[in-house]
Each structure stands twice: as structure tokens, then as C-alpha cells.
């Protein structure tokens, strides 16, 4: 650690990172950032959910720092205004879900502050309205959204027909488009310039920092992003090992602390 810039911000992934596996954001975790806080060192979150879907960690973090929803397609401030947006162009957003289709893969659709579904019973609906903390809106197809999406998700618990797909989404899009798998069951697509390291980007513009004085913390393939743009990254114990392979450190997991031990292990040691 001696050849890494002294720490100036933290930003992290919520999901499998900061909350638990059950969504809970523990009282060592919120400690944790207090004690960044009181070093001198800035905290940021970065997501896949929607804005409102970090509403309710805006109050215990003490957040003050631009809010990255979507993976860096929307920029909120801590009252959900929105300050920067990367819509999907029309004709990608329209390929996607054509790729989706075709391999029968259940479809989601962002615009805005909305989240669109046409069966409200699919796999892992009920669960995402729980994580953030609002219903979807169903609709019978997608017609008139397509030319306003921020993120398009493909979800399934056939992990392995979600990996061909995602891979055949991968080709026809190139780098037209950022698309990743943000957990095992969801793959997301987003604007190309709305990912995690673009977020780094922003904040160290945004801050006057350097991208080397941001440290990253993740577990998912769609972290290693801001992991490559960042100065120092930590993978959790809980991320599969492509993630683990590219960060400085890997910590506990998200049901042992492991955010909070992070930042006391390592982000604290080198900010002081």
C-alpha cells in the first residue's frame, strides 16, 4: 500500500457491497462511513437501481456526494434531482430487447423514475420492488418507452441461458452500448458511457481529484469498471473470482462485515 495516493473518496456498490444479502445496512457499516467521513474522506454510491431505490440510505449515510443510479446513467443529488442523464439511443435500446426475446429472457425497462415490467410475477419482481422500496408500473409491451430508456434488464434464474445471451447481446452491441452482468440473475444494459467507470470519471472531475486518490469497493463483473479507473479496489468475499482477480484487496463478505472491515483495514490506514 505504500505506492497508492493517499484516499481522498470511497465510492461503492450497494448490492452484495454496503447492504447485506438481505438488504440490511448494517450499524458497523454506517459507522464505518462516519469514521471516512471524520478522516476527511468522501463517500459515494453507485448502483443499478433506480434513484428511489437509494432514497432510503441517503439519511443514515449523511450522503452529500452525487448518487450514481443506473450505473452512472443518472447523476441525482440527495434530493433524487437529477443532474446528469445517458439514455439508451432508440435503435440499441430496440436491438436489446429484440436479443432478450429471442432468447426468451424476461425483460425490464427504466425510464426515468419508472421501472416498467409486463409480468408482475416473473422471477425476482416481488424481491426487486422489497430492494427498492417501490412497485413497477406494468405494461403489455414496451412500444413508446424504447426511445426513453436509461437501462434495460434481462432476468433469469437460468444462469446459463442468461450467459448466452448475454454473450450474443455482447456482439451484436460491441461497444456501442455497457453491458454486464450485475448479479448472477440480472443482466443490465445501459448508455456507453453510463457505467462504474465512468462514475470514477465524474467524481474526479466533479471533485478535482485525481482518479488515483478514488478508491473502488464491489463484488460484481460490472464493478470491474471502476475498479480499472480507480486508484485502489476491493472485492468482496461474496464476488466471484473474475472480480476478485482484478482488485488490489478482497475483504469479507456482505454478511460478515466485509465493507466494514475495508474501510477499517485498508481505506482508513491509507487516507491517514
Not at 429472457?105 to 416473473?122: H, S
Not at 419482481?125 to 422500496?133: L, S
Not at 432476468?155 to 448475454?166: F, G, K, M, Q, T
Not at 476491493?234 to 454478511?255: F, L, R, Y
Request: negative net charge; proline residues 5%.
Amino acid at each position: 500500500m505504500t505506492d497508492t495516493p493517499k484516499i481522498q473518496l470511497l465510492l461503492a456498490d450497494v448490492d452484495g457491497t454496503l447492504v447485506t444479502s438481505k438488504k440490511v445496512l448494517t450499524l458497523r457499516a454506517i459507522k464505518a462511513v462516519d469514521a471516512l467521513r471524520a478522516a476527511g474522506v468522501r463517500f459515494a454510491i453507485t448502483s443499478g437501481r433506480p434513484p428511489r431505490g437509494m432514497a432510503h440510505l441517503i439519511q443514515p449515510l449523511k450522503l452529500d456526494t452525487p448518487i450514481a443510479s443506473f450505473n452512472g446513467g443518472e447523476m441525482v443529488d440527495g434530493t433524487l434531482k437529477i443532474i446528469a442523464a445517458q439514455a439508451l439511443p432508440a435503435d440499441l435500446a430496440r436491438e436489446t430487447v429484440a436479443v432478450l426475446a429471442a432468447f426468451k429472457i424476461d425483460t425490464w425497462i427504466y425510464v426515468g423514475e419508472d421501472w416498467f415490467v409486463r409480468d408482475p410475477t416473473a422471477p425476482h419482481v416481488a424481491h426487486e420492488a422489497e430492494t427498492v422500496k417501490f412497485e413497477p408500473k406494468v405494461v403489455v409491451d414496451f412500444d413508446g418507452l424504447l426511445d426513453q430508456a436509461v437501462k434495460i434488464v434481462g432476468v433469469s434464474d437460468d444462469h446459463a441461458l442468461l450467459a448466452r445471451c448475454e454473450a450474443e447481446a455482447k456482439q451484436r452491441l460491441g461497444d456501442r452500448a455497457t453491458a454486464a452482468r450485475s448479479q448472477p440473475y440480472y443482466f443490465d444494459v445501459t448508455h456507453r458511457n453510463a457505467n462504474k467507470g465512468a462514475v470514477v470519471d465524474y467524481l474526479a472531475d466533479y471533485f478535482r481529484i485525481p482518479r488515483g486518490a478514488i478508491a473502488t469497493i464491489g463484488d460484481q463483473p460490472n464493478d470491474l469498471t471502476m475498479f480499472r479507473r480507480s486508484g485502489f479496489s476491493i472485492a468482496m468475499g461474496n464476488a466471484p473470482d473474475e472480480v476478485k482477480h482484478e482488485a488490489s484487496v478482497v475483504t469479507d463478505s456482505c454478511d460478515d462485515e466485509g465493507f466494514a472491515k475495508a474501510v477499517e483495514r485498508h481505506i482508513l490506514e491509507i487516507a491517514s
